[in-house]
């Protein structure tokens, strides 16, 4: 599986992003869909997981009530709605799928990853 995010960009802190995460090969509804994001010098942390069927979701206590997850496996992406940002939330964002379609929020539980997408908030 390939995974291609997109949708970063530079936002004020109170506005809202969507990212997406765009998959190609192997059979996308059956892989459960994480976002991680990570900062200089720190270890890529959790932020959001989708299950295959897009019935689940989990979220990182930070982001809970501000992000939303999503998926269209008829378009084989899967997105990120990021509303309220806070400062803390500038980091380079990651999707990553399983080969499960099972939530989880370790980072080794995932095989596959996209190259990530920055976003930056400002005051």
């Known amino acids: 599986v390939q995974l291609q995010a997109s949708g970063g960009g530079l936002v004020q802190a109170g506005g809202s992003l969507r990212l997406a995460c765009a998959a190609s090969g192997g059979t996308f509804s059956t892989s459960a869909v994480g976002w991680f994001r990570q900062t200089p010098g720190k270890e890529r942390e959790f932020v959001a997981v989708i299950s295959g069927s897009g019935g689940a979701t989990y979220y990182a206590d930070s982001v809970k009530g501000r992000f939303t997850a999503s998926r269209d496996n008829a378009k084989n992406t899967v997105y990120l709605q990021m509303n309220s940002l806070k400062l803390e939330d500038t980091a380079v964002y990651y999707c990553?799928?399983?080969?499960?379609?099972?939530?989880?929020?370790?980072?080794?539980?995932?095989?596959?990853w996209g190259q990530g997408t920055q976003v930056t908030v400002s005051s």
């Open positions: 990553a799928a399983r080969r499960s379609f099972v939530v989880h929020s370790a980072t080794q539980e995932y095989s596959y």
